[in-house]
């Protein structure tokens, strides 16, 4: 019996099948993911949020495949050739790739060969010769020659009969989904450069002579190649046997014909149409089937190296979005320039902009003491705190001329520090940024991103389009729907994980909101533009067109600091007020008395006050949220500090130990800004002395960590990093990364991550260079730019 999507969706995650069932109705009641994580727990039997994305995202899956299976059914039913067989086979299909394995034969498609044959008469030479390879082709072929019909002579009316054949052998949805994936398992992709591209495509040079199995490629390596291919660079082909040469044929039938020749029982056992068969499926594997499982592979390849890198580039977005704010502290924003100058915003804590100017304190210009003296009166004058200072262009010396006006004048007590500006020009040129800070020139509101991205990274950067921050890899390879909805689900989790003050938040963050579209949030601003802040969250019903759906969505997450009610500032839902006020009944107090007293709710049993209505996760959740309303779940801010006198390629030594700031993690390593205009490279293999699986797990963008350097290659631009400080220097003259604790493997961890050797390897050539290059756009996208890599938005 077929199991339904529900019972499909609780065996893979592992939950019980009334969960999903449970989670699914509230889904397509209009919850979104967060409320349902949050205020729904008794519900879905408290599946998290990270489970309710699963769900979601496979729930979409199966109901495009139950759409298309019956699709299929149809279209084949009403050419009359749906049976009980067929409809069950079909039934019970898994996969998208499945269905259509078994609806091919039946596809309508432009006349073939075969079915011009058909319509020839000659299906019944072909099934008279597969039936009985006793016969003589050409002897029966002779009775099937028909003028009037097209078949002039013998050999047309068996080369009919072969591509009718030819037909069925790649029809075979069977036999098909098992050579596909006989040749993921023992297959490889081989690439080799086109002629003339060596000097024009050197930035893919790591694969002019490449050759690695399906199964071993990683997401990263496998866009590079198909980009490489993409920009006429590249040749590749997939080979189906990892020890086949490519462009030589192979001797004898392989192993793939083999299979397909047993599958319709044909051998060389002497009889008469013996090798007309196997020259037959000879020619379907390679004319026919090898084609179309080279296209289903592709396809299969890019699929799992796209959902690989979506879930890279959404893990480095969410830690981005939930790294540590300044807070409201007054800030200075620079946005580094040289010839035309470094624009300098001012905000309040609030991160409104109280001042803004331009300053030239580099070359050509060379106003140094000038700059320095308008920096220091705009920050006495507006109680200046903290320095943000953008990461690309100048960034290096205006970080030195910000080290110049503490040094001077140490009175003014300023922090400085440097903040990733990608994508501050996409938000600069957009229509809020217009509508948002219209007085100002485009130029200036970058310092002004800059300086609110510091004081709360979250809240600024839900402005720009998440593709545009750029912390992924080749992130302009991938598919735009995958990306956008995973993308926007991380920052939808992030905002409703960190909670709204709904009297300061902007339409851009107000949409992120549980609930709350484009249309509600900019109504929500003008309420709140017209008849002031909101006092409590019951006003929020006021609000045109907020509904008590979007209320009951919304509410939890919108925070009210000082509201009338002091639970309005908290994550307790408003319909869990009640169970709040029988348990200030319990303990004899009001709800001043126990927001924060940790004594007293320490003495509350949660299950004093479960009943039919309200379960003992929400009682649990009620209580935490009291002990600490309001909790910001991101880190305490910190800085980090850049070496004094290191700011370029050129004052980088092996053996340094510097302290820096990931700004990207890839499959491959952690990107690493230590204050030289160029990020640094950690290998996956350099970042602890255990195995790693995933980057991630030693480190995150925003970290603030210290690390040894390895290598300089001033030439490619490209600095080899370590965190493991005791790690020894690559050894002048040997291979390059040979040092003691190299996490070993091939093609891509051996030898501390380094290179390899050269020449053609089944593991393809190195692990860093490679890497490097692979890298086509992200969150490191200076670094990767200098490098001649191209990718990523500023």
């Not at 019972?7 to 893979?12: G, L, N």
């Not at 205006?398 to 006006?405: K, Q």
């Amino acid at each position: 019996m077929t199991m339904s999507i529900h019972q499909r969706i609780a065996e893979e995650l592992g939950v019980r099948q009334g969960q999903v069932q449970a989670a699914v109705d509230l889904l397509d009641g209009g919850a979104t993911v967060p409320f349902i994580a949050r205020y729904r727990k008794e519900a879905t039997g408290t599946l998290d949020d990270a489970q309710l994305r699963d769900l979601e995202e496979r729930l979409r899956y199966l109901r495009e495949l139950e759409d298309r299976r019956a699709a299929i059914l149809e279209s084949i039913r009403s050419q009359g050739k749906l049976d009980d067989e067929l409809a069950a086979r079909i039934n019970a299909a898994e996969s998208k790739a499945r269905l259509e394995d078994i609806y091919l034969p039946y596809k309508p498609k432009r006349r073939t060969k075969a079915q011009i044959a058909r319509e020839a008469g000659l299906e019944p030479l072909a099934d008279l010769l597969l039936a009985d390879p006793t016969h003589d082709p050409k002897a029966v072929a002779a009775d099937y020659v028909d003028a009037e019909k097209g078949v002039a002579d013998g050999t047309a009316a068996l080369e009919g009969a072969r591509a009718i054949l030819v037909e069925r052998f790649a029809e075979d949805a069977d036999l098909i989904g098992e050579l596909r994936e006989e040749m993921w398992t023992r297959g490889r992709v081989a690439a080799r450069v086109r002629e003339g591209q060596e000097n024009e495509g050197a930035k893919f040079a790591d694969y002019f002579d490449f050759s690695e199995p399906f199964t071993k490629l990683p997401s990263h390596r496998i866009l590079a190649l198909f980009r490489g291919e993409k920009e006429g660079v590249l040749d590749l082909v997939l080979e189906p046997d990892e020890d086949s040469n490519p462009g030589e044929a192979p001797q004898g039938p392989s192993s793939y014909e083999q299979r397909i020749a047993h599958r319709f029982d044909i051998g060389d056992q002497g009889r008469p149409a013996d090798h007309w068969l196997l020259d037959s499926v000879r020619w379907a594997w390679r004319t026919r089937v090898l084609v179309h499982l080279g296209i289903d592979l592709r396809t299969r390849l890019r699929q799992a190296a796209e959902e690989e890198a979506v879930r890279v580039f959404a893990a480095n977005l969410r830690d981005l979005l939930l790294a540590a704010p300044a807070g409201t502290r007054p800030t200075l924003g620079l946005d580094p320039g040289f010839r035309t100058g470094v624009k300098v915003a001012v905000v309040d804590g609030t991160g409104k902009v109280v001042a803004t100017d331009t300053i030239y304190p580099h070359k050509p210009q060379d106003r140094w003491d000038s700059s320095i003296a308008t920096l220091a009166r705009l920050a006495e004058r507006h109680g200046v705190e903290l320095v943000a200072i953008g990461n690309g262009t100048a960034s290096r010396e205006t970080d030195r001329l910000a080290a110049d006006l503490i040094r001077r004048h140490p009175e003014l007590r300023l922090t400085k520090v440097m903040v990733s500006e990608a994508g501050a020009s996409v938000y600069s040129a957009s229509a809020y940024a217009s509508q948002e800070l219209p007085e100002l020139d485009v130029a200036l509101r970058g310092a002004v991103s800059i300086a609110r991205r510091l004081q709360d990274p979250l809240a600024e950067l839900v402005k720009i389009d998440p593709k545009s921050i750029g912390v992924g890899q080749y992130q302009h390879d991938l598919s735009e729907t995958m990306l956008s909805r995973s993308l926007d689900a991380v920052v939808e989790d992030c905002v409703n994980g960190v909670g709204v003050d709904v009297n300061t938040a902007s339409a851009p963050l107000l949409t992120r909101v549980s609930g709350i579209g484009e249309g509600l949030a900019e109504n929500i601003v003008l309420h709140r533009d017209t008849h002031g802040p909101f006092r409590s969250r019951k006003q929020l019903k006021d609000v045109s067109r907020l509904g008590p759906k979007a209320f009951e969505q919304c509410a939890g997450f919108l925070r009210i600091p000082d509201a009338e009610d002091p639970l309005d500032s908290s994550a307790v839902h408003p319909e869990s007020y009640p169970v709040v006020r029988r348990i200030l009944d319990a303990v004899g107090s009001d709800v001043a008395g126990l927001i924060g007293n940790t004594r007293l709710l320490k003495s509350v049993r949660p299950t004093d006050f479960v009943d039919d209505a309200v379960g003992l996760p929400t009682v649990t959740d009620i209580l935490g949220e009291l002990e600490k309303p309001g909790r910001d779940p991101r880190p305490a801010f910190q800085t980090a500090a850049f070496a004094e006198g290191v700011e370029t390629l050129a004052d980088l030594r092996p053996g340094m130990t510097l302290e820096g700031v990931v700004t990207n993690v890839a499959a491959f390593g952690a990107f690493v800004d230590i204050g030289v205009h160029q990020d640094g490279l950690v290998h996956v293999s350099a970042m602890s002395r255990n195995f790693v699986r995933d980057p991630r797990e030693v480190a995150k963008p925003g970290d603030i960590v210290k690390v040894k350097v390895l290598e300089v290659d001033a030439t490619r631009k490209r600095i080899s990093l370590t965190l493991r400080l005791d790690d020894e220097l690559p050894q002048a003259g040997g291979q390059p990364g040979e040092r003691r604790g190299g996490q070993g493997g091939r093609g891509g961890q051996g030898q501390g991550g380094q290179r390899q050797g050269g020449g053609r390897q089944q593991g393809g050539r190195g692990g860093q260079r490679r890497e490097r290059a692979d890298s086509g756009g992200g969150a490191m996208a200076d670094a990767l730019r200098r490098a001649g890599f191209g990718g990523g938005s500023r």
